[in-house]
């Protein structure tokens, strides 16, 4: 039969995952060139109100600290202020005797921004010890940072509770705040930046309240930190510009301050249409202000006005990771549950994170989190799992071909196919997280890959009568000798030692009367090997086929024929079984046998003899069908049924016929 395949290939925008800023456009921005050049233009005035006659001002002094400036990642190539400051940092404006009702300031600088990250190369202890003099400041809770807030304190400690390694305690705490708070922009988180202690209850906020909630967490069990205002690319509601924005660094002994970006979900680096702009200890910092000697006089300072353009980019950066996605399961039937599994990999020699994202898609869906953030130390490896469901909402007549896509961080995507059809076996969700609880537990054991374990059936089906030998070879990939490891299949388990580079074969068999094996399906049985600091574990599947059932029905016949008259037997090859029967013969005997072959039979066979009431004998007539036919293992099995036609009408000279007919039948057996 030939088949026919439908091809439904998920064309969505890879982009869709990427947080805020990190969106379509990018590319063409630089998001991975090596380094950017922006052009940061910037104005505002201040405007005298004089409220009396006798109103008098002098010595105005205009301070903005808001403005670019170096740091470890960009650099200020150039900064054009009018009128001119008495500090190029910190811009200062002095006007000793104001005049005018007006007074303007702007600056035009370009700043070169580098893609780059903190590479942390080794483990560092967490708590943490000693701290700089310099960071001791951004320990201490402040009016947005509420670090000494109970539910925060509660929180934190929750969190980072049995860690020891302040990159992963911080991924902890990062994890928690990306994956927990909405950002929604309202007015009221609009107009004033909300504490630490209102996010975590609200669980909701911009950029302020998610850097304050990290900054307040981290500081809580000692990590110092910091708030970091500037402006960042975005396309929040399709603007497509530069923003004012806010993010946080954290202080890691031995290496400096360290960026987080929660709101764009950027762990231990920032992307390079980041500008920072000014450090502060929370969202409460001034960036701007006047001060000046008088009376009856207001000073109005005008909303800040910040335009930013891309001048020029250079050099490609590529992703610090690569990575691979595999479903445990390929060909399913429709509604089936499988699992897509992405293999992450961190070929450097410092520690890195990234989002994994499963690109939505019609025609599955999941209850786990689409985008899983990962943290991977130097050479690290892990997997990352969904349980998805595949639709029902499919046409038996076809074969889908399902493709899964997984985007990182950095916008890199690998993608993988499900075969989807009415027949293919089909997956429980019970089934699946049996299958991913085992794969989970032994990614958490660090030295699992000292062990390779390769189990495979010795067939890949078995019939209700056999028994099944699974065959693995476990082998000793580290460089310490290993004792005590338990290999087990449910509940057969053989305990081994392996010296370095050895290996060592174990069998084991399965029945289908064992427990757990319900009758004809497919199995998956999961060969575990155990000790206190090992843990390894392989799938094996196969398939528990019933026997070939066929039978003989609705046989269907004349009872009585004459001579000349032409009729038909008829019957059905009734399939029985879900497994198909090989080599079936079925023979229709009387005074001459008819034979009907078909190498395998998978479904229902109509059988049609036609004869002529002269093929039969004079008098009853006994039919038989006789059939015949074989399983994989070439074990035969058998069936009859029989009927009776009788032909009692005939002329003299039909029965002399008749008999000749059967004379020479009888002849023809003599002489073979």
């Known amino acids: 039969m030939k088949k026919r395949y439908l091809f439904c290939i998920a064309l969505l925008a890879i982009l869709l995952f990427m947080p805020l800023a990190l969106t379509a456009g990018l590319d063409d921005l630089g998001l991975r060139s090596s380094e950017l050049t922006l052009s940061v233009v910037m104005d505002s005035q201040l405007e005298l109100v004089r409220t009396s006659s006798n109103s008098m001002i002098s010595d105005l002094v205009w301070q903005v600290s808001y403005n670019p400036m170096d740091t470890w990642q960009q650099s200020v190539l150039s900064k054009e202020v009018s009128p001119e400051s008495t500090d190029q940092n910190e811009l200062i404006f002095k006007w000793p005797k104001p005049t005018e009702d007006i007074y303007r300031f702007s600056l035009i600088s370009d700043v070169l921004v580098k893609n780059e990250m903190v590479q942390i190369q080794k483990k560092v202890a967490f708590p943490i010890s000693m701290i700089d003099r310099e960071a001791e400041q951004y320990l201490l809770p402040t009016g947005n940072a509420d670090s000494d807030n109970p539910a925060i304190i509660a929180k934190a400690t929750e969190l980072v509770s049995g860690q020891d390694d302040?990159?992963?305690?911080?991924?902890?705490?990062?994890?928690?705040?990306?994956?927990?708070?909405?950002?929604?922009?309202?007015?009221?988180?609009?107009?004033?930046?909300?504490?630490?202690?209102?996010?975590?209850?609200?669980?909701?906020?911009?950029?302020?309240?998610?850097?304050?909630?990290?900054?307040?967490?981290?500081?809580?069990?000692?990590?110092?930190?910091?708030?970091?205002?500037?402006?960042?690319?975005?396309?929040?509601?399709?603007?497509?510009?530069?923003?004012?924005?806010?993010?946080?660094?954290?202080?890691?002994?031995?290496?400096?301050?360290?960026?987080?970006?929660?709101?764009?979900?950027?762990?231990?680096?920032?992307?390079?249409?980041?500008?920072?702009?000014?450090?502060?200890?929370?969202?409460?910092?001034?960036?701007?202000?006047?001060?000046?000697?008088?009376?009856?006089?207001?000073?109005?300072?005008?909303?800040?006005?910040?335009?930013?353009?891309?001048?020029?980019?250079?050099?490609?950066?590529?992703?610090?990771?690569?990575?691979?996605?595999?479903?445990?399961?390929?060909?399913?039937?429709?509604?089936?549950?499988?699992?897509?599994?992405?293999?992450?990999?961190?070929?450097?020699?410092y520690y890195v994170y990234t989002d994994l994202s499963l690109v939505p898609a019609t025609y599955f869906s999941t209850q786990d989190r689409l985008r899983q953030g990962v943290l991977l130390k130097p050479m690290e490896e892990k997997s990352v799992f969904w349980l998805v469901e595949i639709s029902e909402d499919f046409s038996p007549k076809y074969?889908?071909?399902?493709?899964?896509?997984?985007?990182?961080?950095?916008?890199?995507?690998?993608?993988?196919?499900?075969?989807?059809?009415?027949?293919?076996?089909?997956?429980?969700?019970?089934?699946?997280?049996?299958?991913?609880?085992?794969?989970?537990?032994?990614?958490?054991?660090?030295?699992?890959?000292?062990?390779?374990?390769?189990?495979?059936?010795?067939?890949?089906?078995?019939?209700?009568?056999e028994t099944e030998t699974i065959a693995c070879n476990i082998r000793n990939t580290g460089n310490m000798p290993l004792e005590g490891i338990d290999v087990c299949l449910d509940t057969q388990c053989s305990r081994i030692a392996l010296p370095i580079a050895r290996s060592l074969y174990l069998n084991f068999s399965v029945s289908p009367s064992d427990p757990g094996i319900s009758g004809p399906g497919i199995y998956d049985k999961a060969i575990k090997a155990r000790s206190p600091d090992i843990y390894k574990t392989t799938p094996v599947s196969y398939a528990v086929l019933d026997e070939p059932k066929l039978e003989i029905a609705e046989l269907r016949?004349?009872?009585?024929?004459?001579?000349?008259?032409?009729?038909?037997?008829?019957?059905?090859?009734?399939?029985?079984?879900?497994?198909?029967?090989?080599?079936?013969?079925?023979?229709?005997?009387?005074?001459?046998?008819?034979?009907?072959?078909?190498?395998?039979?998978?479904?229902?066979?109509?059988?049609?003899?036609?004869?002529?009431?002269?093929?039969?004998?004079?008098?009853?007539?006994?039919?038989?069908?006789?059939?015949?036919?074989?399983?994989?293992?070439?074990?035969?099995?058998?069936?009859?049924?029989?009927?009776?036609?009788?032909?009692?009408?005939?002329?003299?000279?039909?029965?002399?016929?008749?008999?000749?007919?059967?004379?020479?039948?009888?002849?023809?057996?003599?002489?073979?």
């Not at 927990?180 to 009221?188: M, S, V």
């Not at 497994?579 to 008819?594: C, D, G, H, K, M």
């Not at 009408?649 to 057996?669: N, V």
Request: proline content about 4%; overall charge negative.
């Open 399 to 465: 074969y889908y071909t399902l493709p899964f896509v997984v985007v990182t961080s950095r916008n890199t995507t690998s993608s993988a196919d499900v075969f989807a059809k009415s027949k293919s076996p089909y997956y429980s969700k019970d089934d699946m997280e049996s299958l991913l609880a085992n794969l989970k537990e032994e990614a958490q054991y660090h030295y699992s890959k000292n062990l390779e374990l390769t189990c495979r059936p010795e067939k890949a089906e078995i019939y209700t009568y």
């Open 166 to 349: 302040l990159s992963e305690a911080v991924f902890k705490l990062f994890g928690w705040v990306t994956d927990n708070i909405e950002y929604r922009r309202t007015d009221f988180t609009q107009n004033t930046a909300q504490s630490a202690s209102w996010t975590l209850e609200n669980r909701y906020g911009v950029c302020d309240e998610l850097t304050n909630l990290l900054i307040a967490l981290s500081r809580s069990v000692g990590i110092p930190a910091r708030y970091i205002s500037g402006i960042a690319y975005t396309n929040i509601d399709d603007k497509n510009i530069w923003e004012p924005h806010a993010w946080a660094e954290l202080y890691f002994p031995g290496y400096g301050w360290v960026p987080f970006d929660p709101t764009y979900r950027e762990y231990g680096y920032i992307d390079p249409t980041h500008v920072a702009f000014l450090y502060g200890t929370d969202s409460n910092q001034s960036s701007s202000g006047a001060r000046w000697v008088g009376r009856d006089t207001q000073i109005i300072q005008s909303q800040l006005s910040i335009e930013t353009r891309l001048k020029d980019k250079r050099g490609s950066a590529s992703d610090v990771v690569s990575q691979s996605v595999r479903p445990l399961k390929d060909d399913i039937a429709f509604g089936s549950y499988t699992v897509i599994q992405a293999d992450v990999r961190n070929p450097n020699d």
């Open 557 to 672: 016949y004349p009872v009585d024929v004459t001579y000349g008259g032409a009729y038909n037997l008829s019957c059905l090859i009734r399939h029985i079984s879900a497994s198909p029967a090989y080599n079936v013969t079925l023979i229709i005997s009387n005074r001459q046998s008819e034979s009907y072959n078909f190498s395998i039979l998978e479904m229902d066979q109509p059988i049609i003899l036609n004869f002529e009431g002269k093929n039969m004998g004079y008098g009853s007539n006994q039919i038989l069908l006789s059939l015949r036919y074989f399983d994989k293992n070439g074990k035969e099995y058998t069936g009859s049924e029989s009927a009776t036609i009788s032909l009692n009408q005939a002329t003299f000279g039909e029965r002399i016929s008749l008999l000749l007919i059967e004379l020479s039948l009888w002849l023809d057996k003599i002489f073979q």
